[in-house]
């Protein structure tokens, strides 16, 4: 059974807790307003037309604040991870090639959530894109020569 490097094994982790902590934020953007104040009382009124009552009402707000803190509490915790598998991984570094291409793929990819690729945005910068496409070169050179089978000195 092959052990996996504990370079490209981090990465890997890093990659969950960054979709982990992605769909977190998104989930955040589509709440409520941290904060926000009480239901003003004409929207209390009208949920009790509708058979709720005020102390119904207000328990809903306050569980929804609840679940708000719970939530940024959780995305708190996944940054703090995530933070701590980076300095983990500045300070081994790795030990093979597998583990370049694997810290030099994950800093692509956090390169490239940064710059924009659409060379009509108003932020796009040629060289930007050009060290990027470098970046890629120097990756896909590591993955050729890691695939390739070994040669022996004769």
């Not at 504990?6 to 934020?25: F, G, K, N, P």
């Not at 003003?40 to 328990?59: I, N, Y």
């Not at 030099?104 to 060289?127: I, M, N, T």
Request: include cysteine; glycine fraction near 4%; charge should be negative.
């Amino acid at each position: 059974m092959a052990v996996i490097a504990h370079t490209r094994m981090s990465t890997r982790r890093l990659t969950v807790l960054e979709q982990r902590r992605d769909a977190l934020r998104a989930k955040l953007d589509g709440a409520a307003v941290p904060d926000a104040p009480p239901l003003p009382e004409w929207a209390v009124e009208t949920l009790q037309l509708a058979g709720l009552t005020v102390g119904e009402v207000r328990r809903f707000e306050a569980d929804a604040d609840q679940r708000l803190a719970e939530a940024e509490e959780e995305l708190d915790e996944l940054e703090a991870n995530i933070d701590a598998i980076e300095l983990s991984l500045l300070q081994s570094g790795a030990d093979d090639l597998d583990g370049i291409e694997a810290l030099a793929s994950y800093a692509l990819r956090r390169l490239r959530a940064l710059f924009p690729a659409d060379a009509d945005d108003v932020f796009f910068d040629p060289g930007d894109a050009r060290a990027l496409a470098i970046l890629e070169r120097c990756i896909a050179d590591l993955r050729r020569i890691t695939a390739a089978p070994l040669r022996q000195a004769v």
